[in-house]
């Protein structure tokens, strides 16, 4: 039984998750604030966090920071207005998900359950892929750059992994949105951009690896 972390402090909305996510088989352990969602995260290490972006003491921002300083479990964020996923996406906090209120439970609990499909399908892939300089290891959610591992999110791996199985094939964004679960979502294509652009400037002097197919959509170059 998967545990999942909801992290939100209208009592209502967390009962109302807790009541979904319950009668669909999942185990559920409850946080208001900031700070005891990060007490939970660390005692109960749960399969996946669903997480406000505004809370008391820390902000969701800040706990999706310190996850993901040591984790890649998956993220949820929940926010109130739909332009603030821009924002998150551009600060590159590497959730897995966004979802806007008023939401409707049962679209959380789907996403939820797409959400953990792709990470053990993540977790399943074998072997070592290598593109000129660059190596990605799916499994351990890893990426060498020139033998130095960078500080990657688990939609990043993901993202390079698709682009190196073929280095020179040009993926549309379509392919590359599908492989982070967006078409689930209806997420726009400005997703795969914004996960590319933080790409590129991890990749620093090598930010021409990624290159953009004019219409098209992307490709790893090592010409």
Not at 210 to 219: A, C, K, P, S
Request: hydrophobic share 45%; net charge neutral; glycine share 8%.
């Amino acid at each position: 039984m998967s545990t999942i972390l909801i992290v939100e402090d209208e009592a209502r909305l967390a009962d109302i998750l807790d009541g979904y996510l319950r009668r669909e088989g999942f185990h559920t352990e409850r946080a208001a604030t900031g700070r005891r969602a990060l007490e939970l995260w660390r005692a109960a290490r749960p399969a996946l966090i669903l997480l406000d972006l505004m809370l008391p003491e820390l902000d969701g921002l800040e706990v999706a920071r310190r996850v993901r300083a040591e984790s890649n479990v998956p993220i949820i964020m929940l926010t109130a207005r739909d332009e603030e996923i821009d924002r998150l996406l551009g600060l590159g906090i590497g959730a897995d998900d966004y979802v806007v209120k008023p939401y409707s439970p049962r679209e959380v609990v789907a996403r939820v359950k797409a959400v953990l499909r792709r990470a053990g399908a993540a977790t399943d892939v074998s072997g070592t892929l290598h593109a000129g300089p660059l190596t990605v290891d799916p499994a351990a959610f890893r990426v060498n750059l020139h033998g130095t591992d960078l500080d990657v999110t688990a939609a990043e791996v993901r993202l390079l992994a698709l682009l190196a199985r073929e280095a020179g094939v040009v993926r549309s964004r379509a392919e590359l949105l599908a492989a982070l679960g967006g078409l689930e979502r209806g997420t726009d294509e400005r997703t795969v951009d914004a996960h590319v652009k933080n790409l590129r400037r991890k990749f620093g002097a090598d930010a021409g690896l990624l290159d953009t197919v004019r219409g098209v959509g992307y490709r790893l170059w090592l010409a």
